[in-house]
């Protein structure tokens, strides 16, 4: 499979448009367009954002059809915590499509508050109902 291709899968499997990788790459659509159905491939710049915006090693771009992530690059970070039902693989692969750290930190802080106030809430039931004492 060439590099047009796997990005064409890329970006089917990610469910998103073309124009969105765009824009996450921040180049223009037909510039994805042309990677996508031609011989072209990107600047190295562009090449070393990839994995950030989809969520796949830039190596995996340039293997061939049947071959592993392991056998084409064996310095290949792979997850080592995998995950133990469906919502916990949607979770992790809708947070990998994350195009930043930063964006990836806002979410895990989103989800720290949250977390934050289901406790204040379970707190102030129990308390209401005399299960654990009042807090000082």
Request: charged share 30%.
């Amino acid at each position: 499979m060439n590099f047009g291709k796997r990005l064409q899968k890329a970006i089917k499997d990610l469910d998103i448009s073309q124009s969105e990788l765009a824009r996450r790459l921040g180049v223009k659509a037909q510039s994805v367009s042309g990677w996508c159905n031609s011989d072209i491939l990107p600047r190295s710049e562009i090449l070393n954002l990839l994995p950030a915006a989809t969520g796949y090693p830039l190596s995996w771009f340039f293997m061939e059809d049947g071959e592993r992530p392991e056998e084409h690059d064996p310095w290949a970070p792979s997850l080592s915590v995998k995950p133990s039902s469906e919502l916990q693989a949607k979770l992790i692969k809708a947070f990998e499509q994350l195009p930043t750290d930063e964006e990836k930190e806002r979410i895990i802080m989103m989800i720290d508050m949250r977390l934050e106030e289901l406790d204040n809430f379970a707190k102030t039931y129990l308390q209401k109902r005399n299960l654990i004492p009042p807090s000082k």
